[in-house]
T-cell receptor, first 113, second 109 residues
Framework: IAGITQAPTSQILAAGRRMTLRCTQD?????MYWYRQDLGLGLRLIHY???????GKGEVPDGYSVSRANTDDFPLTLASAVPSQTSVYFC????????????FGEGSRLTVL | GQNIDQPTEMTATEGAIVQINCTYQ??????LFWYQQHAGEAPTFLSY??LDGLEEKGRFSSFLSRSKGYSYLLLKELQMKDSASYLC??????????WGAGTKLIIKP
């Protein structure tokens, strides 16, 4: 069973380092999203892409960048990690239709020291 | 501002019924989602309501009142595997999702 694959599952890195979280989907969904989930807070949207070649900023985009070179891949990059970026990151996709459910990856737990 | 409110934690007994409430304030409204998230796992879709009323799906039902900005998720015949967090998310006028912090449901034998 395919779906959405995220890598790495877990990572510890030093502050100031560059990090890319990978996300790949095989459902041919147009829309893809990156969320962070922190204890006591709802999922917060970092960046999104409605279709290949386009990206947009979500609620908390600062310190993060994304690209969408093709339909399947949507990597999230932290150019210079800071401790406040310690979180669980979820990649998700949908067929883009209104009311369409989101399919989530298993998450990437990132700790910045 | 936009806001989703739901209780932080609830406890219920195996075999019983529990209702998890969610109130929302969004700029425009285009429907409300419920997701289930087991500890350490990804959220999975449960339901989507855009019209007023109750939608039933097996042991789970979801209700929406647009005039009151209110929804609830009803879980019947609770099983231990229903122990999870339940996330409410409203869709605003731009079809962006606004998420609640989630309700942790603890099921006791």
């Amino acid at each position: 069973i395919a779906g959405i694959t995220q890598a790495p599952t877990s990572q510890i890195l030093a502050a100031g380092r560059r990090m890319t979280l990978r996300c790949t989907q095989d459902m041919r969904h147009n829309a893809m999203y990156w969320y962070r989930q922190d204890l006591g807070l709802g999922l917060r949207l970092i960046h999104y892409s409605n279709t290949a070649g386009t990206t947009g900023k979500g609620e908390v985009p600062d310190g993060y960048s994304v690209s969408r070179a093709n339909t399947d891949d949507f990597p999230l990059t932290l150019a210079s990690a800071v401790p406040s970026q310690t979180s669980v990151y979820f990649c998700a996709s949908s067929d883009g239709g209104h009311g369409g459910e989101l399919f989530f990856g298993e998450g990437s737990r990132l700790t910045v020291l | 501002g936009q806001n989703i409110d739901q209780p932080t934690e609830m406890t219920a007994t195996e075999g019983a019924i529990v209702q998890i409430n969610c109130t929302y304030q969004t700029s425009g409204f285009n429907g409300l989602f419920w997701y289930q998230q087991h500890a350490g796992e990804a959220p999975t879709f449960l339901s989507y309501n855009v019209l007023d009323g109750l939608e039933e799906k097996g042991r789970f039902s979801s209700f929406l009142s647009r005039s009151k900005g209110y929804s609830y998720l009803l879980l019947k015949e609770l099983q231990m595997k229903d122990s999870a967090s339940y996330l409410c998310a409203g869709t605003d006028s731009n079809y962006q999702l606004i998420w609640g912090a989630g309700t942790k449901l603890i099921i006791k034998p």
